[in-house]
């Protein structure tokens, strides 16, 4: 029972690389979720996703892309990053549409040098 | 637009002294559902409970309770006879009727229980 997995759990990279972060959950859950979590700002959803090709932008998206081709698994991609992407970023997963619990990956801690 | 206040950023405590942790809330939905989840030094997410708008009985489980109350917009969380291993950052969280029915999370609460 893995439920909800990402990787990798840490990663540094340089200011301007791309970088991708996976997120896996075996309990084929409709919704799917980003956030990042910064000191002084708690968790703040970046992008989400209804369904495979379906996904919007959440709070704080500027600077992400995301894509869902299949139900299991949504990549966060930062295109070029930047000292201020450095976080700790959280996939969520959902059952299905209400406001049913979201449940959290173990997290992927993120250094922008 | 929905927000969630927790006004104690950090609450020290001695083991097996009770504590209360604050959330209030703000938001014009009707239906909305609270949240409390709890994040362990080792940095994971762990979910506690979840209420509906609906629903304003008390609810025990073990040593933690939780107190919601609609006239007030709070729902605040209870730690009785607290332990080392309680020591943890607990978040409150609110999801409306928003599209996605997103989660808004509150700043979080330091709780450091000391033996």
């Known amino acids: 029972d893995a439920g909800i997995t990402q990787s990798p759990r840490y990663k540094i990279t340089e200011t301007g690389r791309q970088v991708t972060l996976m997120c896996h959950q075996t309990?084929?859950?409709?919704?799917m979720f980003w956030y990042r979590q910064d000191l002084g700002h708690g968790l703040r959803l970046i992008y989400y996703?209804?369904?495979?090709?379906?996904?919007d932008k959440g709070e704080v998206p500027d600077g992400y892309v995301v894509s869902r081709s299949k139900t299991e698994n949504f990549p966060l991609t930062l295109e070029s990053a930047t000292r201020s992407q450095t976080s700790v970023y959280f996939c969520?997963?959902?059952?299905?549409?209400?406001?049913?619990?979201?449940?959290f990956g173990p997290g992927t801690r993120l250094l922008v040098l | 637009a929905q927000k969630v206040t927790q006004a104690q950023t950090e609450i020290s405590v001695v083991e097996k002294e009770d504590v209360t942790l604050d959330c209030v809330y703000e938001?014009?939905?009707?239906?909305?559902?609270l949240f409390w989840y709890k994040q362990p030094p080792s940095g994971e997410l762990v979910f506690l409970i979840r209420?509906?708008?609906?629903?304003?009985q008390n609810e025990i489980s073990g040593r933690y309770s939780w107190n919601f109350q609609k006239s007030t917009s709070s729902f605040n969380f209870t730690i009785t006879a607290s332990q080392v291993v309680d020591s943890a950052v607990y978040f409150c969280?609110?999801?409306?009727?928003?599209?996605?029915?997103?989660?808004?999370f509150g700043g979080g609460t330091r709780l450091m229980v000391k033996p």
């Open positions: 969520a997963s959902r059952k299905g549409q209400g406001a049913g619990t979201q449940y």
């Open positions: 309990w084929s859950h409709s919704y």
């Open positions: 996703s209804a369904a495979a090709d379906i996904t």
């Open positions: 938001t014009r939905d009707t239906t909305y559902y």
């Open positions: 209420r509906n708008s609906f629903d304003e």
């Open positions: 969280a609110l999801s409306g009727d928003n599209a996605g029915n997103m989660l808004t």
